[in-house]
């Protein structure tokens, strides 16, 4: 698809351009999970990255955080390719939110701890405590909304409260890109909204670039600025109408989907079997039967 | 047997080596132990007290000082556990319950070896059981050296451990070699647990990792407050189990003192049950949004139509 730009050229664009994929592909185990994802993030730019379990969304977040290495194709992060020899990961340029943490409830690691994690939670030594750190904390728990439970267990918070810790943890090194791994799945509807609200204020506000990944587009339809619908490991990329189209869809699922639109919502139908022309890469990520995308 | 300190119990010599080296290891084990309760590694703690039995006993056998003996098999085991736990999931617990028993049986036969070959009997129980009032004076620089080595090692590492106990992912990118990591802080855990079975021997040496550690975490409100506790409640057990085993001398049956081992491990016990009279944790939950079934829910409702 899109060819690799000479450097010169790389260098002059990145200015405005936080994020690049070009022609990443992946293969695991002799399986191509990615195949030719390209996509680019610009400072304050809202993109989700939209679909169904298994089409390959984390395994874009893992290239990006330098976490696997592309088969073929670049990432260039604020202008600077990854997975080169020279490439040191731990770039405060991303700020990531994992899915889950690993913490048991009863481990007395409170809010305030995971967000001074966050600060140089990959250094040796020990921190001294000092009233600008603690500051910092607490000013970047309000920006999240979480300031209500700082010394609280993080284990014994609900998953829509560890999901603003770890947004503030994410936050805390200033990052300019954020990436989020389907913060709001298991979330029930109110709870979503309040994390998708934050966020939106973050990439307003701030200018803070937000990639995020669901596998339900509903609560971001009406803060995305663009799509990065994934399928069956490739990637569609667009503002919602260019994106959500029969034609679109149905390429990217290598079978016929139906894109419906009802009372101003999408629902994605997957067609008969056998019906169109197979995928010509096996790989996962097939369409649910009946898929919903609200879409403003 | 009417008071607490009897008789010469600050001019015995074996006492005071006792309480100088018993500090260094309990601060050790509780510092160390911590970490390993957070990160849910005491069965590996447990593995690598089993291992440091084998080369106790060999080290007996072939006449060094035990110490030598749990170190070199401990931090061995250590180095083996990081490469079959990482690279190969599946089978490990088999592969460990082997290996194990395998270790076990190997020391029964170096005790049994060494005790028909110098004819002491007291060797099963050094190893087994502890030592902390017969500890040879040349070998205590190379504790107290073990053990601060250990306790500057997971300091150090001590924000990278929790950042990695609370999600690989993150601290792997940012740039933490999570692995290598993890090896040196196995390797902080059997100078730890070897050091803890000279004290009170191999078959306890993990009540003085996990008790203290696992006693603090109930009651302290943050990793470094944790750290604090634990020492203190792995330094007190340690002294009052050390005095209570010079006093039980003149307990029945008299001319007999008790293990210090069993004071030690008893008041271990002892602490943990009691953070159990505490009222629990305020525990708050003003939001609870989890979606009880993980995974199926899908919210079926408009949003900006």
């Known amino acids: ?296 | 047997m009417h008071y607490l300190f009897a008789p010469g119990l600050w001019s015995s010599s074996p006492v005071r080596v006792a309480v100088l080296v018993g500090t260094v290891v309990a601060i050790t084990s509780a510092v160390v132990g911590v970490f390993t309760v957070i990160r849910g590694q005491s069965f590996a703690g447990h593995s690598l007290a089993d291992v440091a039995t084998t080369g106790g006993s060999g080290a007996f056998l072939v006449g060094l000082d035990q110490f030598w003996g749990f170190l070199a098999f401990g931090v061995a085991a250590a180095i083996i556990l990081e490469v079959i736990g990482v690279q190969r999931r599946r089978g490990r617990d088999v592969t460990t319950g082997v290996v194990l028993g395998g270790a076990l049986g190997v020391a029964a036969l170096f005790l049994y070896l060494g005790s028909q070959h110098s004819s002491t009997t007291g060797a099963s129980f050094t190893v087994l059981f502890g030592s902390i009032f017969v500890i040879q004076s040349s070998t205590i620089p190379a504790l107290i050296a073990s053990g601060v080595i250990a306790l500057v090692v997971v300091v150090a590492l001590s924000r990278v451990l929790l950042l990695s106990s609370l999600s690989p992912d993150v601290a792997v990118a940012r740039g933490v070699p999570v692995r290598t990591v993890g090896a040196a802080y196995l390797v902080a855990l059997a100078i730890s647990v070897s050091l803890s079975s000279v004290a009170i021997g191999a078959v306890l040496s993990t009540a003085l990792l996990i008790g203290p550690a696992a006693t603090a975490l109930r009651v302290a409100k943050s990793p470094v407050r944790a750290m604090f506790t634990a020492a203190v409640i792995g330094v007190a057990v340690t002294w009052i189990g050390i005095v209570l085993a010079y006093d039980s001398y003149y307990w029945p049956p008299h001319g007999h003192s008790w293990p210090v081992s069993f004071f030690i491990v008893a008041l271990v016990v002892l602490a943990y049950l009691l953070t159990y009279l505490r009222r629990p944790a305020d525990r708050r939950s003003p939001e609870r949004d989890d979606l009880g079934a993980a995974g199926t829910a899908r919210p079926e409702v408009e949003v900006g139509a």
């Open chain 1, 1 to 296: 698809m899109s060819e690799p730009m000479p450097p010169a050229v790389a260098d002059a664009v990145a200015a405005d351009e936080l994020l690049r994929l070009d022609g990443v592909t992946v293969r695991l185990g002799g399986r191509e999970v990615l195949h030719d994802v390209s996509f680019t993030i610009r400072p304050g730019e809202f993109t989700g990255l939209i679909g169904p379990n298994g089409a390959g969304k984390t395994t874009i977040l893992r290239v990006i955080l330098g976490l696997l290495p592309p088969s073929a194709g670049t990432v260039t992060v604020a202008g600077a390719p990854i997975g080169g020899h020279r490439h040191r990961r731990g770039q405060s340029v991303i700020g990531y939110v994992p899915q889950k943490l690993l913490i048991e409830p009863d481990m007395p690691l409170r809010v305030r701890d995971v967000v001074a994690l966050g600060i140089d939670g990959n250094r040796l030594g020990v921190p001294f405590p000092s009233r600008a750190r603690r500051e910092l904390v607490d000013q970047t728990l309000r920006s999240v909304g979480a300031d209500g439970y700082a010394d609280a267990r993080v284990g014994e918070l609900s998953g829509g409260e560890q999901q603003r810790v770890m947004i503030a943890h994410a936050l805390i090194s200033r990052p300019r890109l954020l990436l989020l791994d389907e913060p709001l799945a298991n979330l029930d509807i109110r709870s979503a909204q309040g994390i998708v609200a934050v966020l939106a204020k973050l990439a307003r506000e701030q200018q803070i670039a937000v990639l995020i990944s669901a596998h339900d587009m509903n609560p971001l339809a009406p803060v995305m600025d663009r799509i990065v619908y994934v399928a069956a490991g490739r990637a569609a990329v667009g503002s919602s109408d260019e994106v959500l189209r029969t034609d679109v869809l149905s390429r990217l699922y290598g079978q016929h989907v139906d894109v419906l639109r009802v009372h101003g919502r999408v629902v994605i139908v997957a067609g008969e079997s056998g019906e169109d022309a197979g995928s010509p890469h096996d790989v996962a990520g097939q369409p649910d039967p009946v898929y919903g995308s609200g879409v403003a």
